[in-house]
């Protein structure tokens, strides 16, 4: 189970990635968040959303084994287990593995859907 994307319909408010950083970090920090919100201005004008897949892609490449699978099929980074070694960011074919200077650990999507909830454009939904 993974978010998808219809990106031709986000108008940038960014409500999606208040919802996640706050369902992973508790902050009102779009910085903080899982996804990706692309903007190509001026031409095409357009916003482009990255979601996590849930490929199994940084598990594989995670030196360490911190990246688990929950019982929802998502893919989730153990923090306390996490050396921040970048070689999952490195492989993940989305480009959706994230750092912050606040956190030692990375940090990805786990499919919690948040952000669907808010969506005032009905682009993301969780299938």
């Known amino acids: 189970m993974y978010l998808h994307a219809h990106s031709a319909r986000c108008s940038g408010c960014r409500a999606c990635q208040v919802a996640c950083s706050l369902h992973l970090f508790g902050e009102n ?3 903080k968040s899982a996804l990706a919100i692309v903007p190509h201005f001026p031409a095409p004008g357009t916003f482009e959303v990255r979601t996590c897949t849930q490929c199994g892609i940084c598990a594989d490449a995670c030196p360490v084994e911190a990246i688990h699978q929950n019982a929802a099929g998502a893919y989730y980074i153990q923090a306390d287990e996490c050396t921040a070694c970048l070689a999952c960011q490195s492989a993940c074919p989305e480009g959706v593995i994230f750092t912050h ?6 940090f990805k999507c786990d499919a919690c859907a948040d952000c669907v909830a808010v969506c005032g454009m009905d682009v993301l939904r969780l299938g």
């Open 29 to 31: 920090n779009p910085k």
């Open 101 to 106: 200077p606040d956190h030692d650990a990375l």
